[in-house]
């Protein structure tokens, strides 16, 4: 008995081995047949704007393709004219004239004519304007002007001499200057800023007394046939300062100053409705291939008016718009052939570093395993909503 157990152990040992060989084997063909990574992204949502033209036009062929849509395109006018202060201030040079006494300490009258002249201790010179006698022991008041008709300082109160006098008679008979002769002050100036204000301040009372006559007149009509889904009206205006005029040249000394002024207002009115569909079908245009579309902004459309004519009743209107957009499956950093053998963490840091990727989460099947498979196609990529 004792042999022939002797004989069957050895198979039972290479049984055991062979067994444990399998279950490794089939672990590992488990592995490459059936472990798979899939890889989460939150994409980051983006901004895309587009542009594109329509034509409006009144009582035409609506051809909604090709950006024509009926519309109504009215004008209207006002005129004002209206008074303004002017704000510029500049320093203005007083009158050179100015008044002096003339005073005489000696025991005689002294005549002075005309044109007499005084000096300054600063060698300025002035003339008195009339004859004067100036009583012995007595002063007198005089007019005088600078004799230098281009002089623009400021003398304070001080004393003149009389250069015609001789020298002893200059001690006895001399001029006071007792307020400043000269002097500066400020005046109210026109200047460009004071009209494009006061252009700025008229125009836009002009323009909202028009609106308020388009609204008070729309309100009394109905501009579009109610089929189907109700319009959103939208009123586009262009607004132009058609004339202006002010009685003043810029530089001139005012306090006030009159503005004349006509100004006109364009309003274009069509269904906004009919613009988001133009709206979603151009602005896929201009996602790029690995992108995909999310959503359309359609509470922040732009409007511009390009160019218009009243008599035939035409406009042309830039749309700017905007909307938001994600990367897609097809997007050429999600080429899984780059994750491959990559570890959890290499892959999550290398697409965390694109704008276009808020978050990454991985999951596999066997939670041991934090290696990307070398095989591409058991990477599956999901991007969430």
């Keep these: 008995m004792n042999y022939n157990n002797n004989q069957i152990h ?16 089939a672990a590992l063909v488990g592995y490459f047949v059936f472990y798979q990574v899939k890889v989460y992204i939150t994409p980051a949502r983006e901004k895309v704007v587009s542009t594109f033209l329509i034509q409006i ?25 209206r008074e303004f202060s002017a704000s510029a201030v500049k320093e203005k040079f007083l009158s050179q004239n100015g008044k002096v006494f003339i005073i005489n300490i000696a025991d005689f009258n002294q005549p002075l004519v005309a044109t007499t002249r005084l000096l300054t201790a600063d060698n300025i010179l002035f003339r008195i304007k009339n004859s004067v006698t100036v009583p012995a022991g007595g002063e007198v008041e005089v ?41 500066t002050e400020e005046a109210k100036t026109l200047s460009q800023e004071d009209i494009d204000i006061a252009r700025e301040t008229l125009s836009e009372d002009l323009y909202k007394q ?29 607004k132009e300062v058609v004339l202006i005029k002010v009685d003043r040249n810029i530089g001139d000394e ?7 002024l006509k100004a006109k207002v364009i309003e274009i009115s069509f269904d906004e409705n009919k613009i988001e569909e133009l709206a979603n079908k151009k602005i896929l245009d201009d996602i790029p291939d690995d992108k995909k579309f999310l959503k359309l902004d359609k509470h922040n459309f732009n409007y511009v ?22 990367i897609s499956e097809e997007s050429r950093i999600l080429d899984k052939s780059k994750f491959v053998n990559m570890s959890f963490t290499e892959l ?13 989460e991985i999951s596999s099947a066997g939670s041991w395993f934090k290696t990307v498979p070398n095989n591409k196609n058991k990477i599956k990529i999901i991007i969430k909503d």
């Design 348 to 360: 999550e840091n290398y697409l965390k570093k694109f704008p276009s990727v808020e978050d990454v």
């Design 305 to 326: 008016v390009e160019n218009y004519d009243l008599d035939k009743k035409i406009a042309y209107i830039k749309v700017y718009i905007s909307g938001e957009m994600a």
């Design 210 to 238: 028009i609106k308020d006559e388009f609204a008070a007149a729309n309100s009394k009509k109905i501009n579009f046939n109610l089929l189907g889904k109700i319009p959103k009206i939208k009123n586009v205006d262009l």
């Design 254 to 260: 005012c306090e006030k100053f009159k503005l004349f």
């Design 143 to 183: 007019e005088v002007y600078p004799s230098d008709e281009n002089f623009n300082s400021v003398i304070k109160p001080s004393k003149m001499t009389i250069p015609g006098l001789s020298l002893s008679l200059q001690e006895k008979i001399y001029a006071e200057n007792r307020q400043d002769l000269g002097g």
């Design 10 to 25: 050895p198979y039972k040992k290479i049984a055991f081995n062979f067994l444990f060989i399998s279950v490794i084997l």
């Design 57 to 81: 036009q009144e009582d035409g062929k609506e051809i909604l393709s090709e950006g024509i849509i009926n519309g109504t395109i009215d004008e209207k006018g006002l005129e004002s004219e």
